[in-house]
């Protein structure tokens, strides 16, 4: 695979999601939303399943996705967005991921929800896809370039891949200053790396990546209260967690133990106001 990441780093995100879709399942309903974000609470929503599903209509609509168009899931971890464009929007959806378990997780849940012939998912690298030049008409990434160690170089693959006039929507974390003193650099550090995430983008300067590149009509808008309610309940799960292990084995592995660490540095550090959830909109001219 041509990649811009580590091979290492590469194996230790794999590694993450692999290991740690058992919370996601326990937690976040996985097997109904296939969802791994936060998603968007607002006056429509009343449940976790709710903000889920809300997430990918927030930010379709905010892209105009039409059935015409071809997506491209920069980061689609088991399909849920490119299944639920598929079934809503009615376009086309190609989603990429680095694991292999999440592509086969991927085709099976498209299967089932009979989108197959909308879908199709493969092992990709969202900073080298192998893509031709001007591929999709939406580059659709939610909470995965995080991941990304030069967060240019997803953003400059993502507008190669972009034929004129096609968008950019992502929604992930975003630092809220820099540099952190060196407590506030620890929780960082306990949360991400418990996530297999080496940093967050600062918002300026993400935005100055997307404007270098020659993406226009750059739209951020910070939705830190929409995620707010999510990253309590994860916080609260870690909190569950902790207190059944102090009298029980639960069999968890260390990746998992670590992920639960990382549940509850999120919280913290946001009540801190170390990190912001940001959408980002953009289109390459033509």
């Known amino acids: 695979m041509t990649t811009h990441t580590d091979p290492s780093y590469r194996e230790d995100i794999i590694d993450y999601y692999d290991n740690c879709e058992v919370d996601y399942r326990l937690l976040w309903r996985l097997d109904r939303c296939l969802a791994l974000h936060y998603g968007y609470w607002d006056e429509t929503t009343e449940s976790v399943s709710e903000a889920l599903i809300r997430e990918n209509q927030i930010l379709a609509q905010r892209a105009a996705i039409t059935p015409d168009d071809r997506v491209l899931d920069a980061g689609c971890g088991v399909g849920g967005s490119a299944i639920w464009l598929a079934n809503e929007v009615g376009c086309s959806v190609t989603g990429i991921t680095l694991s292999e378990h999440q592509v086969e997780e991927s085709r099976k849940n498209a299967e089932e929800r009979k989108v ?3 879908t199709e ?6 900073t080298a896809t192998g893509f031709d030049d001007a591929s999709f008409d939406v580059v659709w990434a939610v909470e995965s370039v995080c991941h990304a160690e030069n967060k240019q170089d997803f953003i400059d693959e993502a ?7 096609g968008r950019l929507i992502l929604a992930d974390f975003f630092a809220t200053k820099k540099p952190f003193n060196e407590e506030e650099q620890k929780l960082m550090d306990d949360w991400l790396s418990g996530w297999s995430v080496k940093a967050v983008a600062y918002t300026p300067d993400f935005h100055s990546g997307l404007e270098t590149v020659g993406f226009s009509d750059i739209d951020y808008q910070d939705a830190t209260e929409n995620v707010r309610r999510s990253a309590k309940e994860l916080y609260d799960y870690s909190m569950v967690v902790k207190k059944i292990s102090e009298t029980a084995t639960l069999g968890r592995t260390e990746r998992q133990d670590a992920n639960v660490r990382a549940v509850h540095c999120q919280y913290p550090a946001l009540e801190k106001g170390l990190w912001s959830y940001g959408i980002f909109l953009a289109r390459k001219p033509g």
């Not at 507008?159 to 006039?165: A, I, Q, Y």
């Open 116 to 118: 197959a012939e909308k």
């Open 159 to 165: 507008f190669r891949v972009l034929k004129p006039g």
């Open 121 to 126: 998912f493969q092992v990709a690298d969202y």
